[in-house]
């Protein structure tokens, strides 16, 4: 077959549309021959009408290969191609199909325009009325090509010329608006019109002046006023540009949205839609002057990742009456989303309103989880023609929907579930011969996608929403494999390294709003602070980026020195608030924290995972004395652990399932006698629990991993497929179609966990999936970047088959196995530019190159 290269990437980015690096670094993958391995590269890089190649490379990269030419400057679009050399090929591959990337306004300099707001007067504690902007200009001449430039303070959506430009939802999204703002960069060239236009924009409150957190929540937390900041640029076909930027001479008045919060709904009154409000010539005489607002854009940056969009919709599967006779609508999916409305033969000022929850109770909506959520939609009715209405600036997390005032058509076919989140590329499937198993796995890719809504948070539906670290930081292992999260988690990394304190404390959530007196004031916490170490150093492991490290370097070593100060002389993180081992089953509903396993035990073993990896991470950037000194500081602190938890005999204190997960999954145990002895009691717990899960946020992720390092195998399996709770597989049969935050949050007999803090879309416990991935279907990175890949799959559990599948930087990567009369067949495909290494149960490790390979294990040689 001959050699092809796909288009390259650039960076992250999914659309490099408005790219905010200078540099960016490029990617591509080849489809070869079995065994190729590319030798040298040759880039070659067009800007306008100069081209530029890159001398011949000899190198086997092809994952974010340094830039081959000069810095970008703002707003230029470049095209970039590459060929490839085999190590044995004389003529290099064609060149690629052309890939183009443009540049956004890199310089605080470029930008010319201002934040407007409306100029009236409002109540800061309301939920205030959003406000239309919008203002006419002229084109006198043709237009060539046009770029919009748009961030606000609080949420928008623009429209020109009474057409909606862009698809996002929820921009620009949640960051720590006073140190990062997000701007989008969109092509309006077709938008744009000789002679009269308009601009539009609808703003809402979002996250920066919306109703956010606990006890109520808080409003204004980054300011009391939302605004537009919007720059339009007009290349003409005679070379001449023109620039607009909102001024003093926008226009504000009040489009057909009462109110709108993320957690209260949307209340929609289609009568007080101002018709062509965004076209030309529409009259705004009466509409309210605009004042400016002040905002610094060297704080504005473009994105790493890319926009929360609708990515699926689902038809509901049921309507059904309440036993109270309220009409009841099911999509058979928790999920995060919206619903969108086929309307008709309303009567003017009909109201419809629809109230979202996850589950039901005693068969009606089972709100209690909501706390103080009301999420509830409106719309009223302007009795004209039929309608579409689908809520704007608010999302939901919800199964069903309690349907009031409707009299319009079938529900059933008029109601769509429209699915919102972060629209990350897919890269992972995994599957087994075991039904159970499949929907749990389909249950966490449910939880990642409701719960990766421009930053990761903890539970979609109630008054909460936030970028928890610990639970990110347990679930990044499978996040990266199901889909690719790069670009995403490395921006919300920047804001962890910007919200974390001066002596190194990362907050419990980020970015950082009020938490009552549970949360306020920050303070360091083991499993949650270690995000700022551990999941840079999996997003270099799973996606072969230097630059994370190197970005999140200065944050991970406060983190590690802020342990190292707390501990002391003794190494030992004994002090302080520590949630430990979070949500362990046996934890009273009403203090999750309330573990097994000694919170302190918890706390000095992670100060010693996280203090070897920072060592990595110094090797891999090349700073040689810190690497030293941390490497000593782990071991100091691994001692100190076994001194204080382990006793001679391999016993450890709490005697619990988390604490010897902890003890083998980071290698705290100082003797193999001792870890041999560890594992023999973890299984014995096990055991005695019958199968069933007594592991919280800190042990959930590890305690599979923990009885397969010491070769139980089995036992781990009879965790995994345990049906009565708690177990990954009770919210399985109780109909669960995502993860639940606690094992119980729904009990046997369907009512509703008591506790204060109940979620059924919750991503946390689903980070099992990770070792499903490594040791059920056998795929896993060998080398940063799945640069080499092991193949180790590890049967049990009564499957006869699975199989597993990863988008890689160099191309899908899969595995599929099936045990038929006792004998193993497994197939394995490795892409070009990566290495394997299959591992097979009672065999010598084998090395492959890339191609699909096959091997076959007879029952006697198992």
Request: glycine share 10%; net charge negative.
């Amino acid at each position: 077959m001959p050699t092809t290269v796909s288009p390259v990437s650039f960076e992250h980015h999914r659309e490099p549309l408005g790219i905010g690096e200078r540099r960016p670094r490029l990617s591509w993958k080849t489809r070869a021959e079995p065994g190729w391995v590319q030798q040298r590269y040759e880039i070659e890089v067009v800007r306008g009408t100069d081209t530029w190649s890159s001398v011949v490379v000899t190198s086997p990269e092809s994952v974010l290969v340094p830039w081959p030419a000069g810095d970008l400057p703002s707003r230029t679009a470049v095209t970039v191609r590459v060929r490839v050399w085999g190590a044995d090929d004389v003529e290099p591959s064609a060149w690629s199909p052309a890939a183009t990337a443009e540049t956004g306004l890199l310089d605080p300099t470029d930008w010319t325009a201002r934040a407007v707001a409306p100029k009236w007067d409002e109540d800061p504690e309301a939920l205030r009325r959003p406000p239309l902007l919008r203002r006419g200009f002229p084109l006198e001449k043709p237009v060539r090509e046009a770029r919009l430039y748009v961030t606000a303070h609080g949420l928008y959506e623009v429209e020109i010329n009474g057409q909606r430009i862009g698809n996002e939802a929820l921009a620009p999204g949640w960051t720590v608006y006073g140190r990062r703002l997000r701007y989008a960069t969109y092509d309006v060239s077709d938008a744009l019109v000789p002679g009269s236009n308009a601009i539009g924009a609808w703003l809402a409150d979002g996250w920066y002046r919306g109703r956010l957190g606990f006890h109520g929540g808080y409003p204004n937390l980054y300011g009391s006023d939302i605004a537009l900041l919007a720059q339009l640029h007009i290349a003409h076909d005679d070379g001449s540009t023109t620039v607009l930027g909102t001024d003093e001479t926008w226009r504000a008045g009040f489009g057909p949205i009462l109110s709108t919060g993320l957690y209260e709904g949307e209340h929609y009154d289609a009568r007080e839609m101002p018709a062509g409000w965004s076209a030309p010539g529409f009259d705004d005489a009466a509409w309210t002057p605009v004042r400016v607002m002040p905002r610094d854009p060297a704080t504005l940056v473009a994105p790493d990742g890319p926009p929360v969009r609708c990515t699926e919709e689902l038809p509901p599967v049921a309507v059904t009456t309440s036993p109270s006779g309220k009409t009841l609508v099911d999509f058979g999916q928790n999920l995060v989303g919206r619903l969108r409305l086929r309307l008709s033969g309303l009567a003017r000022g009909q109201e419809i309103r629809l109230r979202h929850a996850e589950v039901l109770e005693d068969g009606e909506l089972g709100t209690r989880p909501l706390r103080g959520a009301a999420a509830t939609d409106a719309y009223i009715a302007a009795g004209d023609d039929d309608a579409e209405w689908e809520p704007r600036f608010t999302i939901h997390g919800f199964r069903y929907a309690e349907l009031t005032g409707w009299t319009g058509e079938d529900p059933m076919t008029a109601i769509t579930a429209r699915v919102y989140h972060t629209d990350m590329e897919r890269t992972g499937w995994f599957e087994t011969s075991h039904d159970g198993v499949n929907r749990l796995h389909e249950n966490v890719r449910w939880s990642m996608r409701g719960n990766f809504v421009d930053i990761p948070t903890d539970c979609p539906q109630r008054d909460e929403r936030l970028g928890w670290t610990g639970d990110l930081q347990v679930f990044a292992p499978t996040a990266t494999f199901l889909y690719d999260c790069s670009g995403m988690l490395g921006s919300w990394l920047k804001d962890v390294a910007a919200e974390q304190l001066e002596d190194g404390t990362v907050p419990w959530y980020v970015p950082v709003i009020p938490g009552g007196e549970e949360w306020t004031p920050i303070q360091p916490g083991a499993v949650w602070g270690d995000v700022a170490v551990l999941t840079p150093w999996k997003l270099y492991e799973r996606f072969g980026d230097t630059g994370v490290l190197a970005a999140q370097y200065t944050s991970a070593k406060a983190w590690v020195d802020l342990m190292a100060a707390r501990a002391g002389d003794s190494y030992l993180w004994n002090t302080g608030m520590q949630l430990g081992d979070w949500l362990d089953p046996a934890a009273p509903p009403h203090d999750p924290a309330d573990a097994t396993t000694d919170r302190y035990l918890v706390s000095t073993a992670y100060f010693a995972w996280s203090t070897q990896h920072l060592a990595e991470i110094a090797s891999v950037l090349g700073h040689t004395a810190d690497e030293l000194q941390y490497r000593e500081l782990a071991r100091k602190v691994r001692d100190a652990f076994a001194c204080e938890f382990i006793s001679p005999s391999g016993r450890v204190v709490s005697d619990a399932q988390t604490a010897y997960a902890l003890v083998l999954a980071f290698g705290l145990a100082p003797t193999e006698e001792q870890r041999r002895r560890g594992g023999e009691r973890l299984a014995e717990l096990v055991g005695h629990a019958g199968n069933r899960i007594a592991t919280g946020f800190a042990g959930t992720p590890l305690v599979t991993d923990a009885l397969t390092s010491v070769g139980d195998v089995e036992t781990a399996y009879a965790l995994l497929l345990e049906e009565e709770c708690p177990s990954w597989l009770y919210a399985v049969g109780q109909g669960a179609t995502t993860i639940w935050e606690r094992w119980d949050s729904m009990l046997p007999d369907g009512s509703i966990n008591p506790g204060n803090m109940t979620s059924f879309n919750h991503y946390a416990l689903g980070a099992v999936a990770d070792w499903m991935h490594r040791v059920v279907a056998g795929l896993a990175p060998a080398a940063p970047g799945y640069r080499s890949i092991l193949f180790r799959p590890r049967p049990g559990g009564g499957l006869t088959s699975a199989s597993a599948r990863h988008e890689t930087p160099y191309g899908s990567a899969s595995i599929t196995w099936t045990l038929e009369a006792g004998n193993l067949s497994v197939e394995v495909t490795v892409p070009t530019g990566s290495t394997g290494v299959v591992d097979l149960p009672g065999r010598a490790p084998v090395s492959v190159g890339s191609g699909t390979h096959t091997f076959v294990q007879l029952a006697a040689a198992r």
